[in-house]
């Protein structure tokens, strides 16, 4: 007879992949609901996570979010008489530095943290290979169940 399907087993490896994921500085692990998380001291504020960059001497101003998601982009007017091979080339400038400027940012915040991504890295590693061996004895058992059902 088959194990059965353990979906407590499943979950609990799936909650500490999340508690994992929360040690990292500035995870989306947190629910849009939680407004206390916005006063939560040891979050880093959203100034911090957001990179800036410009180009073209200051006429093209980019911002980038965590992780490096454009934001924002102002290209100064007087840029119109440039062309658009000139505009182009400043916007790529503009957005290259905000992303370098955010990795920057991403990589002080997490070195005050004192975050061991190495520890944590395996930690995750551990509970991904938990939960595909919980998924590997869900398939095995319902493909039991599927045979059983079909010689019946």
Partial sequence: MASGIDPAGLSRSLEEAMRLLSQVPGSATAQPDDADEQDDPAAPAVDQLTGRGTGGNGLVEAEVTA????????????????????????????????????????AQLTAAAHVDTVALGKQLERVSEDAFRGFQQMIGDLDVVTRRTGQG
């Fill in 67 to 106: 992780f490096g998601a454009l934001q924002t982009l102002v290209i100064d007017p007087s840029l119109s008489r440039a062309g658009t091979g000139a505009i182009a080339e400043y916007v790529l400038e503009a957005v290259q530095a905000a992303q370098a400027d955010e990795r920057a940012r991403r």
